[in-house]
């Protein structure tokens, strides 16, 4: 297994540091995505852009008309990779939080093709000072998924996560003259996860006071729930919440 990590490693050191395009002033240093055999340590052929996967979707459906937007943010911005705890490069990302993929560009021309960040648990990148990386984890529904969390906070006890889950509904064409057309939607929702430490199990937090608490031990339910009362705090709110999981870790 060590063997196995430190191969990867050096993949994507290789794959970071050679092959790189002719750098442009005030740009990041990053790969060249199909420069070297290693490519597949860290990069994907991606799945498409939102024009390439609007056209399918709307071949699917039959309308061709948007809106919302399966990105987190629509615009590429600067970030590094990490392996690990080793910074391995910088590249600008966007988030397609609908299809669970990184994109990434080595610059910002627009005819540049971008590649898919590997799905890989030991990568990650700083996304709005946060880290975003791939995990296992479960809903509220019971469900095993596999997808990308920004990491809110790592304690002692407890780590808190979040997940920008976008959700497609597909459009409805107007049946008569009287009757408005439905455009295909992307609606945007935010989940939060908790994990605690020693326990290879991240939850969604239910966004009610009481629902929460009882996702606790005993012992720390007892002190969350009293805290939230004194303080008046509201998990649905983040801020009440990351205040809340900061308490319990400086227990």
Not at 172 to 199: C, D, L, M
Not at 216 to 223: A, Q
């Amino acid at each position: 297994m060590k063997i196995m990590k430190k191969f990867i490693y050096l993949s994507l050191i290789s794959l970071i540091t050679s092959g790189l395009y002719a750098q442009y002033a005030g740009q990041p240093n990053v790969t060249n995505s199909y420069a070297n055999g290693n490519v597949q340590a860290l990069v994907n052929q991606a799945s498409g852009g939102i024009k390439g996967q609007n056209e399918r979707l709307a071949e699917m459906t039959g309308i061709d008309e948007f809106s919302g937007s399966p990105y987190a943010t629509n615009e590429f911005k600067p970030t590094a990779i990490y392996y690990e705890a080793e910074k391995v490069g910088e590249v600008y990302y966007r988030y397609n939080a609908h299809n669970e993929e990184i994109e990434i560009k080595q610059t910002l021309l627009p005819e540049e093709e971008f590649s898919a960040l590997s799905k890989d648990k030991s990568v990650y990148i700083i996304a709005d000072t946060y880290k975003l990386s791939f995990k296992t984890f479960t809903d509220k529904s019971n469900n095993t998924l596999n997808g990308y969390l920004y990491t809110l906070l790592e304690g002692e006890k407890y780590d808190l996560f979040k997940r920008i889950n976008v959700k497609f509904t597909p459009g409805q064409k107007a049946e008569n003259t009287f009757v408005k057309a439905k455009p295909n939607r992307f609606s945007q929702f935010t989940e939060y996860y908790i994990q605690e430490k020693g326990v290879n199990r991240i939850d969604e937090i239910p966004l009610r006071n009481k629902k929460f608490t009882r996702m606790l031990s005993k012992k720390d339910r007892e002190k969350v729930d009293t805290y939230l009362k004194n303080q008046d705090l509201n998990i649905k709110n983040e801020e009440d919440l990351i205040q809340a999981i900061e308490m319990l870790n400086n227990q």
